[in-house]
């Protein structure tokens, strides 16, 4: 199936999740659902790949997570692309670059690689509106990455998350 495609995805550890989840608590509180893919953890996509690679990418995975300490990362940027995605970046570290050069693939967009945690797609005019209430409870903070995950989408299946050292 030509929409189906693969993504390998830098996953944060439960205080960093549930502080990006305390600020997509309050979007949603305030009436903010949004059109991104539901009960996913927070991540930064590392690359995605086309499903015809699944086991690759699977021994992939668990290859670089032994080779990978976890590693402190500095979300400090409320971000946009174009004006339907809203999301929180992280300043990128060497920890980070390294990680994403073993995964580093434009297969899904083309667009090529900015790293970003998504909280929240939508029109315009709704990102527009959700972009003050995350300002006003957003802080910058530090947080730690320290799994590796892959999945498929659409539908999302989760196929594989490795630990890092």
Partial sequence: MKNKFLCVMAQYDK?????LKKIQKVLSDNGFVGKQTPNLPNHI????????????IKEQVRNVSKQFHSFDIKLNNIGLFGLDVLFIAPSVNHELLNLQHYFNNDY???????????????NQKTILKA???????????????ESISLYEFWPTRFIIEEKLL
Avoid: R, Y
């Fill in 45 to 56: 996509t590392l690359g995605s790949f086309e499903i015809t690679q699944e086991e690759v």
């Fill in 131 to 145: 972009l003050p209430c995350v300002a006003e409870n957003f802080k910058s903070f530090t947080g730690t990455i």
């Fill in 108 to 122: 899904a967009d083309g667009l090529g690689w900015a790293a970003h945690t998504t909280m929240l797609i939508d």
């Fill in 15 to 19: 205080i960093t999740e549930l502080k």
